[in-house]
């Protein structure tokens, strides 16, 4: 680790999440250019780290946006992303966003159901304008990725079967106010193998084929996100392994390579800096009591997720501790087990590959502030959030207070 760790936790305090904004170029650039050669549009996941400089620093590299609400649609637009590089998928958009996503003219609405192709059209008549479209196809392939967050099967909640798909296209062709120009599937995050990413690109390579007999052409392929990420050590996919997969899989097609990348571009850059308060033995279990908490990183308590935790500048003889916050949970801890030498009021932990799902997914829970996270940049730190308040926390309850 390069990083000045204690600098930085000196000057913005702990806890602190501090993003490598050069890994975040290296991981853009390297999956733009492994599909050289292609007509591709790498739209960035905003939902896996959706701090407005991150989604600026991708936007200036080429970035498109993966959105999932007109909130990050905004962020986007606001960060500078391109409008015809921003699409907005989702199985539950409201009315005043959808109006809202078809008056910005972004690239496409990707449509979940058929009761939504149905508002969107009815909404785009209201405009007076022809809404381009997407289906989000569920090819029911098993993703064999963590349940929660594999996607491609019959069960899940996300997409149509495709003769659901193949009616919505039919039904869109034939409409004044639809415009069907592109495909979408995802199969589920934290892929490791190109197996699945390469059948579901078959199945829905067939699907395009058979729109285009029936004169339907689309020009957006996007196969979702999902690339997976060494979090300890996993074996997972290269890019080129994915863009060669993709580029094989759609060779007789005459269309725009899109993916969504969210995790593989912002996990690794990301550092979760957080500060001992205390060390405690109970009978069985040796605790380090730290000021972070699952409020802030709730990964490893929701998903069991496994992330590298390090004492910084600290070394002695190691044992086994669980990483545990203060808040007031069984289910609050950061790593269990984890080898750890003897620790001193103040010393910092830093817990690796949390640049994804890290803030975003954080809470106030407990009343706590959620932490400011810093950008380095050619080794320059910037403050990129600040640390919330106590006050900016009650501001909206406390002019009704009762
Ligand atoms: N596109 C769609 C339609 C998605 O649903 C997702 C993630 C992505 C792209 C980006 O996937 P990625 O490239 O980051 O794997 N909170 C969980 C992950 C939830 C992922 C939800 N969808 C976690 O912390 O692991």
Do not use: W
């Amino acid at each position: 680790m390069s990083m000045n760790f204690k600098e930085l936790a000196d000057k913005y305090g702990t806890p602190l999440y501090v993003y490598d904004f050069n890994h975040l170029s290296d991981r853009y650039n390297s999956l733009k250019k492994a599909f050289e050669g292609q007509k591709s549009i790498i739209s960035y996941a905003v939902k896996s780290n959706s701090n407005l400089s991150v989604i600026n620093h991708l936007a200036s590299l080429g970035a498109g946006a993966d959105c999932v609400s007109i909130g990050e649609v905004r962020r986007a637009l606001k960060s500078g992303v391109d409008k015809y590089k921003i699409i907005f998928s989702g199985v539950g958009k409201r009315d005043d966003e959808i109006r809202e996503a078809l008056e910005l003219g972004i690239l496409f609405i990707n449509l979940e159901s058929e009761a939504e192709m149905k508002r969107v059209e009815l909404i785009a008549m209201e405009l007076d304008i022809m809404a381009r479209i997407s289906v989000r196809v569920n090819p029911n392939i098993d993703a064999k990725t963590h349940p929660y967050i594999s996607t491609g099967l019959h069960e899940s909640k996300f997409g149509v079967e495709i003769d659901m798909a193949k009616r919505m296209y039919i039904y869109a062709k034939n409409s004044k106010n639809l415009n069907p120009i592109g495909i979408h599937f995802h199969i589920g995050s934290q892929l490791t193998k190109l197996e699945p990413i390469r059948e579901a690109c078959d199945i829905v390579a067939s699907l395009v084929k058979s729109l285009s007999a029936i004169k339907i052409d689309i020009k957006f392929f996007d196969i979702g996100g999902g690339i997976g990420v060494r979090y300890d050590d996993e074996i997972t996919i290269t890019p080129q392994e994915y863009a060669d997969t993709i580029i094989e899989s759609t060779k007789k097609l005459d269309v725009t390579l899109m993916c969504e990348p969210g995790r593989f571009i912002t996990a690794n850059s990301g550092y979760f800096v957080t500060k001992v308060l205390y060390e405690k033995q109970n009978p069985t279990t040796r605790f380090v009591i730290v000021d972070g908490a699952m409020n802030d990183l709730i990964r490893p308590s929701l998903y069991s997720a496994y992330h590298k935790i390090e004492a910084y500048d600290k070394e002695g003889e190691t044992s086994k501790a669980n990483i545990v916050g203060p808040v007031c949970e069984s289910g609050d801890f950061f790593g269990k087990a984890v080898e750890l030498p003897k620790l001193d009021h103040n010393d910092l932990l830093i817990i690796h590959s949390t640049g994804a799902y890290g803030f975003t997914m954080a809470s106030n829970y407990n009343t706590r502030n959620r932490s400011a996270e810093v950008a380095i940049i050619d080794g320059k730190d910037r403050l990129i959030r600040e640390r919330e308040s106590f006050e900016t926390q009650i501001a909206l309850e406390e002019k009704y207070l009762i």
